[in-house]
């Protein structure tokens, strides 16, 4: 008896060390990725510092990582004995090795971006912190086999340069909202994301990278712009988040209305599909028949007004505001009946 006692308490000692070892194995494991992580949010900070022009210090890398000083000067220390980076405490700047590995960080979450905004059904607010999560975690290999899948793209959705696999960086092309010209014409060409609640405010004014616009007014906490025929006006702090390329004028649309504004019974001719559309979203969409060409007409809609059924092709499909207001279609054309 007492034998099978010893047994069992000798099996039960042995099972408390292996939870002991893999619970202290696992604790080990996720503090050395969240300094992992740390360290990469780091050194892509830090190259963002330079990229603009702005001077890095050890304040600033601790503001952007929500982190304490002391902690953040842990980070620097670490990132000194790796050689990563050089310059004075007050103004960091990368070595040559630190500059690679902030710019494979940084090309993994731009396309990472594009991959979100292509190839999945993601709300465009989510993309910037969906990559935040997944940018430590992706392997170069996997990395290049997203890259082809979506045409290796050189920028995100954003309109931010994406950094080739060589670690080539292109410059970045406009000037600040802010810095237009009343009266002028221009088109967006890239839209900040952070903060995030800057940015939701500029995707619920449906401004995008590639659409064009006209500077109506300005002044000292406004400014005011034409775009999607709509008058916008933007508080400073929002137009500085955008950058503009000056245009002669904005070419006139090919559509009159947008098939939102269909009433019951009213028919259009498909022109095309707005560019804030992408990925599956838009390939639904041109899987339904929504083609250049093709005749619509607006059927019935729910007892809320949304969504509202469509007929294309003899065929019936719902299709929800957000969805319609982004098809453009012409009137002319469409017969009647």
Request: charged content about 30%; overall charge neutral.
């Amino acid at each position: 008896m007492n034998a099978i006692i010893v047994i069992l308490l000798i099996i039960l000692l042995a099972m408390v060390i292996y939870i002991t070892a893999g619970t202290g194995y696992k604790f080990r494991k996720e503090k050395a990725d969240r300094k992992r992580i740390e360290i990469e949010d780091a050194l892509k900070y830090i190259y963002n510092c330079e990229y603009d022009g702005d001077p890095c210090n050890i304040e600033g890398i601790a503001g952007n990582l929500g982190i304490k000083t002391d902690k953040a000067s842990e980070i620097v220390n670490i990132l000194q004995s790796r050689g990563l980076i050089g310059g004075e405490i007050k103004d960091i700047s990368l070595s040559a090795e630190g500059r690679i590995h902030a710019l494979r960080i940084i090309r993994t979450h731009r396309l990472l971006e594009q991959y979100f905004a292509e190839e999945t059904s993601l709300p465009e607010t989510s993309w910037h912190q969906e990559a935040e999560k997944m940018e430590h975690h992706v392997n170069s290999e996997e990395l290049e086999r997203i890259a082809a899948k979506i045409g290796n793209p050189v920028r995100d959705p954003h309109g931010d340069p994406i950094p080739t696999s060589t670690g080539r960086m292109f410059e970045k092309k406009g000037v600040s909202l802010t810095e237009s010209e009343e009266g002028s014409f221009a088109r967006i060409v890239h839209i900040e994301d952070e903060p995030p609640v800057v940015y939701s405010q500029l995707v619920a004014f449906g401004l995008f990278p590639g659409i064009e616009i006209q500077i109506l007014e300005k002044s000292a906490n406004r400014i005011i712009i034409i775009a999607n025929d709509e008058e916008i006006i933007l508080a400073n702090i929002l137009a500085a988040n955008i950058t503009v390329k000056k245009i002669e004028k904005i070419k006139k649309p090919k559509y009159s209305r947008v098939l939102s504004e269909l009433n019951k019974g009213e028919k259009g001719i498909i022109a095309g599909i707005s560019r804030s559309c992408r990925g599956r979203q838009r390939r639904r969409l041109m899987d339904l028949g929504i083609v250049p060409g093709a005749e619509i007409k607006a059927e019935l809609a729910s007892v809320s007004g949304d969504p509202v059924a469509y007929n294309i092709r003899n065929t019936l499909i719902a299709l929800r505001k957000d969805q319609s207001s982004k098809i453009f279609i012409n009137e002319e054309g469409a017969k009647n009946g």
